[in-house]
């Protein structure tokens, strides 16, 4: 078990979150002190969290979660799991890491090297980047700030789980999320389960690029 510096809660405003489709719900945002990375990570506390809460750990993705853009996975997959969440008590950690963690204009840059035909991790090779560069030490500490040492967390990505077990969260289960598929992303989501065993049905997204 790795240690990490301790943080502490900042602020906590309560907010109502009204989405598109016309799901709303209010939640609880908390803001922190001391944070390994010094970037402006937001803990959404959602219903009635109970011993072992329900947890995503949700990377800032500004063209999926504001522009709704169909490249990616990521903005149906954080309306699911505000729902979720909701619904069983929990906390979304909305994480200020665009792009796998190498920020907005080189993800921006990887799109262009996709387009010409590498996937998603390669495109991030070809630009000398990490394939993923995001570290969850924050995010182990927004949770143990707010009380919570072991948890259900809602990820199909593993390395989400390993590295919060290596700093000491505990990580019960891991609960898959939905799948989102549209034709711009399949390929994009084929690369995750090849390249970093994200729990996405294979044969189906092999379908589908097929198609």
């Known amino acids: 078990m790795s240690e990490h510096p301790a943080a502490t809660p900042r602020s906590r405003v309560r ?3 009204r989405f ?3 799901y ?7 803001t922190f002190h001391g944070l390994a990375d010094g970037q402006e990570h937001v803990a959404v506390v959602l219903g009635d969290p109970g011993p072992v809460p329900l947890v995503r750990l949700h990377s800032e993705c500004l063209t999926g979660d504001v522009f709704g853009s169909a490249r990616c996975d990521c903005g149906p997959q954080l309306r699911e799991a505000v729902e979720r969440i ?3 008590g929990g906390v979304l950690l909305y994480l200020r890491q665009e792009g796998r963690g190498i920020g907005l204009y080189n ?3 990887a799109y262009a ?3 010409q035909g590498l996937d998603t991790y390669a ?4 630009l000398g980047l990490p394939e993923d560069a995001r570290d969850y030490t924050a995010a182990a500490q927004m949770l143990t700030a707010l009380g919570i040492g072991e948890l259900d967390l809602l990820s199909n990505n593993p390395d989400k789980a390993a590295q919060l077990r290596d700093l000491g969260i505990g990580v019960r289960d891991r609960i898959p999320t939905g799948v989102f598929t549209t034709a711009h992303n ?3 989501l084929r690369a995750k389960v090849l390249q970093t065993q994200h729990t996405l049905p294979l044969g189906e997204l092999a379908d589908r690029t097929a198609g």
């Open 15 to 17: 907010v109502p979150l």
């Open 20 to 22: 598109q489709d016309g």
């Open 24 to 30: 709303s719900v209010d939640a609880d945002l908390v």
């Open 86 to 88: 909701a619904e069983r």
């Open 107 to 109: 993800k921006l840059d």
């Open 113 to 115: 090297l996709q387009d």
């Open 123 to 126: 495109a991030n090779a070809a």
């Open 186 to 188: 399949v390929r994009y």
